[in-house]
């Protein structure tokens, strides 16, 4: 008899997911249910080139493979229930999907600031296409920009932002911008880089409320700073995607916990046969690091966790060579860029586990490679430039696997 998966989240793990299904082999029918009214597309670009320039659809869309031709797209329905003992999803519509294996790929949404006066109109986020084309309209020559978050969204944003002509403040609780991926050192450096086109930034101050009756025209900070804006960009983190789930025994404490074959985990610690995770929500043990499961917000990771999963949900479904492939290790390198102003950051590992942090090649101010120890053990590596050293030191990170 004919199988079915389904797979919700018609984002980026959805997509590579489904790919690795049909590439292991498994031939019955697919379907993916996403909120958005968007076939599946690219995000980093939404912060980055494709923000500097006019944003559509066609400019970051994913290509459709041959081998997903045949997948069953349902796009604009947000899934809001799931049965894991009848294996059923229910859409807002009242429809409902029968599975034999699910996908939960439903990603994450950005947090946004609690303020009293918060109804005003200007604000903005940055996760989805629609939020870039928004954005985008409003960030005109001159336009007084802030940006709530100084992360990778945030900072790049900033970056964005004033190579459109805006005025732009960054404002942040950290002490320095991208501290936690960078290290003081690093981030001190970026943000002198920031500073130099003319970035200004407002430190270890939150946002306490906005200003303006209808159209927003300040931001207050908390130290009692009002910077006059048009515009508010919050990129000061997200939410999971969860709530679906809500009505599981599944451990959704943050994300969805999965074992090493990312097939979820309940709050009493059983693997859910048939039932797996992958990208943003995936919260998994890497033993390249140690045994402590985390989600990883990297662009890479939809990818490799949907390579995992498509050979994985087709072997219990077919019934071959399941638990050979559930007790292979599962090792994925995560790796990251940033792209702001000209400067081309990137990293591999998890140098936010660092007890240490060391300049390994170059200087500070100009290209450089900073590694990242714990417990004197290399767990990243962060560079501007110098690919070919950041090239050798992600094989030793990779170690033996
Ligand atoms: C602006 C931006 C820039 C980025 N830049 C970089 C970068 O430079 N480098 C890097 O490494 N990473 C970057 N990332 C991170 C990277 O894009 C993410 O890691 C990746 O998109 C995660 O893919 P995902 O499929 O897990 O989740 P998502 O892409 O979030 O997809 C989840 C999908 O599920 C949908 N959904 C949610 N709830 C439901 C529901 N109940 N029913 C149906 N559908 C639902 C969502 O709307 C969404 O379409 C960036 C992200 C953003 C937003």
Not at 55 to 76: C, N
Not at 207 to 216: K, M, N, R, T, V
Not at 362 to 370: A, K, N, P, R
Request: proline fraction near 4%; charged fraction near 20%.
């Amino acid at each position: 008899m004919s199988k079915s998966v389904v797979i919700v989240g018609a984002s980026m793990g959805g997509l590579r997911t489904a790919e690795a299904l049909r590439n292991a082999g498994f031939t019955d029918n697919i379907a993916v249910i996403g909120d958005e009214s968007h076939a599946p597309y690219n995000r980093p670009p939404l912060s980055k080139e494709v923000l500097a320039k006019e944003v559509t659809h066609e400019a970051v869309a994913f290509k459709q493979r041959q081998q997903t031709a045949d997948v069953v797209w349902k796009f604009g329905s947000p899934v809001v229930d799931a049965n894991l003992d009848a294996k059923t999803v229910t859409t807002d519509d009242g429809e409902t999907f029968s599975y034999d294996g699910l996908v939960i790929a439903s990603g994450l949404r950005p947090r946004r600031l609690d303020v009293p006066n918060g109804n005003v109109t200007g604000r903005h986020t940055v996760r989805s296409l629609d939020d870039a084309i928004g954005l985008r309209a409003a960030l005109v020559p001159g336009a007084r920009v802030v940006v709530a978050g100084a992360g990778f969204i945030g900072c790049e944003v900033a970056a964005t932002a004033r190579g459109l002509g805006c005025e732009v403040t960054a404002v942040a609780i950290d002490e320095y911008p991208m501290v936690r991926p960078l290290g003081p050192t690093f981030a001190a450096d970026l943000q002198a880089r920031h500073e130099t086109h003319g970035v200004q930034f407002r430190l270890r101050r939150g946002i306490a409320d906005l200003e303006g009756d209808g159209a927003l025209t300040g931001v207050l900070l908390d130290d009692g700073e009002l910077l006059p804006a048009d515009v508010l960009v919050e990129a000061i983190s997200s939410h999971c995607n969860t709530e679906w789930l809500n009505n599981t025994n599944l451990d959704l404490s943050n994300g969805v916990l999965a074992d090493r074959a990312l097939r979820a985990v309940t709050v009493d610690g059983n693997s859910v046969d048939g039932v797996h995770v992958v990208g943003d929500l995936a919260r998994f043990a890497n033993p390249l690091f140690d045994d402590v499961a985390r989600r990883i917000e990297h662009w890479n990771i939809p990818t490799e966790t949907g390579k995992r999963v498509g050979p994985v949900l087709n072997a219990y479904l077919s019934g071959e060579g399941y638990d050979e492939l559930v007790a292979q290790p599962f090792t994925p390198m995560p790796s990251f860029w940033s792209d702001q102003y000209d400067l081309k950051i990137q990293g591999f590992g998890m140098p936010a586990l660092a007890d240490e942090i060391a300049i390994i090649e170059g200087s500070i101010g100009g290209e450089l490679v900073m590694g990242y120890y714990r417990g004197g053990k290399l767990v990243g590596v962060v560079g501007i430039g110098l690919t070919s050293t950041l090239m050798k030191l992600r094989k030793e990170l990779m170690g033996d696997a």
